[in-house]
């Protein structure tokens, strides 16, 4: 075990309150870490409930009240797991206590928003990172090494495509998902800034886009109980206020092309969250779906062999895999999680910049913002470069 420690003071205790649980449980124990991570703390409204949460877990502590929490001397790393409404204020009360931050994705839902929260942490001096799981899937991190080695040659188009069908039954009730002030846009910011992240990390910038979102079910059974994606009905009805389904077409800072799909009405796709990018050389395809499986095309293949490939990333000398199981013996949705909690911590531990931070995350909602604008002016939009 190693000698150093980091406190860990985790807000939200929902499904990605679980998730990130999950992650600083098992990361120290799978990752050779020069820090071990302490679930220090976790912070939930409702103060009963994220008690029962903390027993369940493994928290040390829990609480009501995070701004209290955050300014703990014994906190070091303040992860944020709760809705994006949450996001800015308690990232920058967090940078100014001095701790570092996770955050779930979207950033913020405005590029204004964004900005104090990057210039917060610029400020502290503290690390930053955008939790952005999928670009830590083997499968994806694989991708990104075979495009910078130039396998694929030229990218000349980029097709994302996040499909999710938990939204298809009209009785589905409400929760904040659906609500505009807590989760700032639907289809958009949810699975929309999954696509948008990826296509940074394995494309480049985007430079200009153009968009259009709908809302086809507008009015919904009123909330119950909720928890992650799943809801119970209260009495009455509520108005959506925020879109089903969003689509939009991007020119790349290097002159590929982009199309992009979100939404959550698609019946039988469960969380297909899927990139294919085509390039002078080769293509590659991924697919959360089959997230343990990377499809190759390379033209260098004689021409009598052509054909797309399936490379399993599950091998020792994969990206992640290495540390978890035997050769062949998958990853899941919650490894992304513990990956990326592995690369924060040693990022800390070594003074090194964190990827994707918070300068991505604000790149990710000033193309977000782009979609919204070029939606309102019925033209193409230009994307807001951050300092
Ligand atoms: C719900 O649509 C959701 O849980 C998103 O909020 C996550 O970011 C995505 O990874 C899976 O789907």
């Known amino acids: 075990m190693p000698s150093s420690k980091l406190n860990v003071c985790l807000i939200g205790y929902k499904f990605m309150g679980k998730a990130h649980s999950q992650a600083w449980r098992t990361v120290g124990r799978f990752f050779d870490l020069d820090a071990e991570p302490v679930m220090k703390i976790i912070c939930g409204r409702d103060a009963a409930a994220v008690a029962e949460f903390a027993e369940r877990w493994g928290w040390e502590q829990s609480s009501g009240d995070w701004q209290s929490a955050v300014r703990q001397d014994d906190v070091d790393l303040v992860d944020i797991s709760s809705p994006g409404s949450t996001h800015a204020e308690i990232a920058i009360a967090a940078a100014q206590a001095g701790k570092h931050v996770f955050c779930e994705k979207p950033l913020a839902f405005t590029v204004a928003d964004s900005k104090k929260m990057l ?31 130039g396998e694929i040659g030229e990218i000349r188009h980029m097709r994302c495509t996040y499909l999710q069908d938990w939204l298809v039954d009209p009785n589905f009730p409400m929760n904040w998902r659906m609500r505009k002030e807590a989760a700032g846009s639907g289809s958009h910011g949810d699975l929309g800034a999954h696509s948008i992240d990826l296509a940074r990390f394995l494309t480049g910038e985007i430079d200009e886009v153009v968009g259009m979102k709908k809302t086809f079910i507008t009015e919904r059974p009123a909330e119950g109980t909720s928890h992650g994606i799943t809801a119970t009905a209260g009495e009455g009805t509520e108005q959506v206020t925020v879109d089903d389904s969003s689509v939009f077409l991007a020119k790349f800072a290097n002159g590929a092309l982009g199309t992009f799909e979100a939404t959550r009405l698609a019946p039988g796709r469960k969380n297909h969250n899927r990139f294919e990018i085509n390039g002078s050389k080769g293509s590659l395809v991924w697919c959360f779906e089959r997230l343990n499986e990377l499809d190759y095309y390379s033209t260098s293949d004689p021409g009598t062999q052509q054909g797309f490939r399936t490379i399993f990333a599950t091998e020792g000398a994969h990206p992640y895999a290495g540390a978890w199981w035997p050769p062949g013996h998958m990853l899941g949705y ?34 977000l913002e782009a979609v919204d604008q070029s939606i309102e002016s019925g033209s193409w939009a230009q994307v807001e470069r951050i300092e």
């Not at 610029?122 to 495009?147: D, T, W």
């Open 119 to 149: 210039a917060a942490v610029r400020e502290a001096g503290v690390k930053h990172m955008v939790n952005f799981n999928y670009r830590r899937c083997p499968a994806v991190s694989l991708a990104r090494q075979m495009i910078e080695a």
């Open 334 to 367: 919650d490894h992304s999680f513990s990956n990326a909690a592995s690369d924060l911590v040693q990022d800390i531990v070594h003074d090194r910049p964190c990827a994707p931070d918070f300068h991505d995350g604000a790149q990710c909602v000033a193309v």
